[in-house]
């Protein structure tokens, strides 16, 4: 049974809007800090966004900064990321995590779920 289950994904025009969540079924999700990954066609992996555990501090990405908002709900074991003005560059595979910790630079996470597409098309 997989741990975190993103959803939400789809096809968006540019400037447009979606909402993508992360389901966790992990015991200890609400304990750690979680994040959102991106990777987009021919790219590696990258950061978008994390949020501490217990939703006090929020971190982002230059690009997402500005159009991208992380939330989480601890009571139902869920986080979101809301995305505005979303861009053709935007177009990549979404990825939840938990427990994502930065060493040097390199990301290491607890658990990866296992991806939402979304495409910005023009």
């Known amino acids: 049974q997989a741990q975190l289950v993103e959803s939400g994904g789809g096809l968006v025009q540019t400037g447009g809007s979606l909402r993508l969540s992360c389901s966790a079924s992990?015991?200890?999700?609400?304990?750690?800090?979680a994040g959102w990954f991106r990777q987009a066609p021919g790219k590696e992996r990258e950061f978008v966004a994390m949020?501490?555990?217990?939703?006090?501090?929020?971190f982002y990405s230059d690009s997402a900064k500005g159009r991208f908002t992380i939330s989480r709900d601890n009571a139902k074991n869920t986080m979101d990321l809301q995305m505005t003005n979303l861009k053709l560059e935007d177009t990549a595979v979404y990825y939840c995590?938990?427990?994502?910790?930065?060493?040097?630079?390199?990301?290491?996470?607890?658990?990866w779920g296992q991806g939402t597409q979304v495409t910005v098309s023009s």
């Open positions: 995590a938990s427990d994502p910790n930065k060493f040097g630079n390199e990301w290491k996470v607890g658990s």
């Open positions: 992990l015991p200890t999700f609400s304990s750690y800090a």
């Open positions: 949020i501490t555990w217990d939703g006090g501090r929020t």
